[in-house]
């Protein structure tokens, strides 16, 4: 099993920055891949950014370069600046076995209970 616990989500004012952590524990073998998400009410969980643990090599989506993925040890975290009002959102760390990372939340097995970004223009 895999436990994931999110933190650092805030409200803040459009051009600032965040940085989100995830500790995870339990079995590691089990954390191949691990990824940020974020889900807007009523739409559906989108991918912010994945991290291959095996390859230590994480990607963020097209963000303007603005989001970074990074891992130490058990800690993942989502480098965010310039934020912008559209990204306000629960964001969710999960995590699945495999080594060939996915953008699509049903490929992940293990979720966190999510942390709250409200981002105010």
């Known amino acids: 099993q895999v436990q994931l616990l999110e933190s650092g989500g805030a409200s803040v004012q459009a051009g600032e920055s965040l940085i989100l952590s995830c500790k995870a524990s339990?079995?590691?073998?089990?954390?191949?891949?691990m990824a940020w998400f974020r889900q807007r009410p009523g739409e559906v969980r989108e991918v912010v950014a994945i991290?291959?643990?095996?390859?230590q090599a994480g990607s963020a989506d097209s963000n303007e370069g603005r989001f970074t993925i990074s891992q130490d040890n058990n800690i993942l975290y989502l480098h965010m600046s310039s934020l912008k009002a559209e990204e306000t959102g629960m964001y969710y760390c999960a995590a699945e076995p495999g080594n060939i990372c996915s953008r699509h939340p049903d490929r992940y097995t293990y979720w966190g209970q999510g942390t709250q970004v409200t981002v105010d223009s």
């Open positions: 991290r291959s643990v095996s390859r």
């Open positions: 339990g079995d590691s073998s089990r954390r191949g891949c």
